[in-house]
């Protein structure tokens, strides 16, 4: 079993930055990626960010792209997403996800759908 619990989020100016992390407990050497994901009041949750655990060249969504960056720790068993340039438009509850199954993670759109394990959320909220 994994449990993932995010930190971080907060209220932050347009244009700032925050650092959410995801501490990650459990038998993480099942997991074969990890991501962030976010949902807006009303909206569909959305990917932003997926990292395959033994490496490899992360995915972002093209809204991101530039903006924000994933990286792992794994001697911490942390997973990070670094934001800059926030906008308003990326308020937004921020969750960590993981999965064991390579089909699942071969994309942004199925992990957030079936993703297996799913942190509590983290909020992020950007005024203009």
């Known amino acids: 079993q994994v449990q993932l619990v995010e930190s971080g989020g907060g209220s932050v100016q347009a244009g700032g930055s925050l650092r959410l992390s995801c501490a990650v407990f459990?038998?993480?050497?099942?997991?074969?990626?990890m991501g962030w994901f976010r949902q807006a009041p009303g909206k569909e949750r959305e990917g932003v960010a997926i990292?395959?655990?033994?490496?490899?060249?992360?995915s972002y969504a093209d809204t991101v792209k530039g903006r924000f960056t994933i990286s792992q720790d794994n001697a911490k068993n942390t997973l990070y997403l670094q934001m800059n340039s926030l906008k308003p438009e990326d308020t937004a509850m921020y969750y960590c996800?993981?999965?064991?199954?390579?089909?699942?993670?071969?994309?942004?759109?199925?992990?957030?759908?079936?993703?297996?394990?799913w942190g509590q959320g983290t909020q992020v909220t950007v005024s203009s």
């Open positions: 459990g038998y993480i050497d099942s997991t074969v990626c």
């Open positions: 996800a993981a999965d064991p199954r390579y089909g699942v993670c071969a994309s942004l759109k199925t992990v957030s759908m079936v993703g297996r394990y």
């Open positions: 990292i395959f655990t033994d490496g490899g060249t992360p």
